[in-house]
C-alpha cells in the first residue's frame, strides 16, 4: 500500500481514477474538506469550510503521484454543498463525436433545497483543464458509475434512494455527457441504496457486446456482492456470479490485460467494512 496524498486530519477522500489511451497518464480526481467539518454540517451549511475538488496525475503506472491541484471553481456550483467524485473509475469515450473525452462521474447536493443529485465533469484537453458537464434532471440519486454505449451514447447508473423503487436509477446522455435525459429505474438491478460499478467490456464489432455490473445484490442490507453481465447494453442482465455472500458494500470493476474481470470490494464477516477483497473472475465463469 502507498499513501499518495496525506492531508494530516483532513480528508482526502473519493477517489475516481481515469486512463488516458495516447500518453497512459492516470488522473485521479478527489475530494477534500476540513476534518473538522462533517458531512452534515457541510451540508447545513455550518462547517468552517465546503468540498473542494483536486486532481493528482501519475505518469509512472502509479509509482509516483504529483501534488494535488485544486479545480473546485471549474466544476462546482456556488449553491452545491457536499460533493463527491465517482468513488469508482471514469472512462474515455472510444467513439462518435466525443471521442477521446475523459469523463469522471460525480454527485452533488443543492444548498437550498438540499436534494442530491448526480453529474458529470470532463476534460477535452487531455486532462489539462476540467468542466462541469451535465446534471440529471430528476434528484434522490448521487454515487454513479458510467459507460459507453455504441455511437458514444453514454449511460449513468445510480445510487438511488426513493425506497418505492429497490433499485439501480439509469439515465442516457446523446450530447457526450452535457445534457442527461430522465431518470428511469433498471428493476433487474436491485440495491440496498448502496454505490455499485458499470463497465464496458467489449463492444460487438469484436465479438460480442458485453457489460459488467456489480453492487451488493439485495433489497434491503449490505450483502451479496454480485457480478453481472448484460448482452444487450444494459437491457437485460443475462448472467452472474456471486462474489461473496456475506456483508459487502462498495466496489469497482475492471478489464485485466489477460480478459479477466477485475473485482475490488468491501467485505467482511460481522460487517461490510472489516477489509476490500481483490478478486477475479474469468470470462468463462460467469458465461
Known amino acids: 500500500l502507498k499513501v499518495i496524498w496525506d492531508d494530516g486530519d483532513n480528508v482526502c477522500g473519493n477517489p475516481a481514477p481515469v486512463v488516458d489511451r495516447s500518453t497512459g497518464i492516470i488522473y485521479l480526481l478527489s475530494t477534500w474538506n476540513l476534518g473538522e467539518d462533517h458531512?452534515?454540517?457541510?451540508?447545513?451549511?455550518?462547517?468552517?469550510?465546503?468540498?473542494?475538488?483536486?486532481?493528482?496525475?501519475?505518469?509512472?503506472?502509479g509509482n509516483t503521484w504529483s501534488n494535488p491541484k485544486e479545480i473546485t471553481s471549474s466544476v462546482k456550483q456556488d449553491n452545491w454543498t457536499w460533493y463527491a467524485t465517482g468513488p469508482c473509475h471514469g472512462i474515455q469515450v472510444k467513439n462518435g463525436k466525443y471521442k477521446d473525452r475523459l469523463i469522471i462521474p460525480c454527485?452533488?447536493?443543492?444548498?437550498?433545497?438540499?436534494?442530491?443529485?448526480?453529474?458529470?465533469?470532463y476534460s477535452d484537453d487531455r486532462g489539462k483543464s476540467w468542466h462541469l458537464g451535465g446534471t440529471t434532471p430528476q434528484d434522490k440519486v448521487n454515487e454513479c458509475s458510467i459507460a459507453e454505449l455504441p455511437g458514444g451514447v453514454l449511460m449513468l447508473n445510480m445510487r438511488?434512494?426513493?425506497?418505492?423503487?429497490?433499485?439501480?436509477?439509469?439515465?442516457?446522455?446523446?450530447?457526450?455527457?452535457?445534457?442527461?435525459?430522465?431518470?428511469?429505474?433498471?428493476?433487474?438491478?436491485?440495491?440496498?441504496?448502496?454505490?455499485?460499478?458499470?463497465l464496458r467490456y467489449s463492444y460487438q464489432e469484436s465479438g460480442k457486446s458485453r457489460m459488467f455490473f456489480s453492487n451488493p445484490a439485495d433489497k434491503d442490507k449490505r450483502e451479496n456482492m454480485t457480478l453481472k453481465l448484460s448482452y444487450d447494453e444494459g437491457k437485460t442482465w443475462a448472467r452472474s456470479v456471486v462474489l461473496f455472500s456475506g456483508p459487502s458494500a462498495y466496489?469497482?470493476?475492471?478489464?485485466?490485460?489477460?480478459?479477466?474481470?477485475?473485482?475490488?470490494?468491501?467485505?467482511?464477516?460481522?460487517?461490510?467494512y472489516e477489509g476490500i477483497v481483490f478478486r477475479e473472475v474469468k470470462l468463462s465463469e460467469i458465461e
Open 39 to 61: 458531512e452534515s454540517e457541510i451540508i447545513r451549511q455550518t462547517s468552517k469550510d465546503t468540498r473542494r475538488i483536486f486532481i493528482l496525475e501519475s505518469g509512472d503506472e
Open 107 to 121: 454527485d452533488h447536493i443543492e444548498a437550498k433545497t438540499k436534494k442530491y443529485f448526480s453529474h458529470i465533469i
Open 160 to 198: 438511488n434512494y426513493d425506497r418505492k423503487e429497490k433499485s439501480r436509477k439509469v439515465s442516457i446522455s446523446e450530447d457526450g455527457c452535457l445534457t442527461w435525459g430522465n431518470i428511469y429505474p433498471d428493476k433487474n438491478l436491485i440495491e440496498p441504496i448502496c454505490q455499485a460499478s458499470l
Open 251 to 272: 466496489s469497482d470493476v475492471v478489464r485485466l490485460p489477460d480478459g479477466s474481470i477485475g473485482c475490488l470490494f468491501e467485505a467482511g464477516h460481522e460487517n461490510p
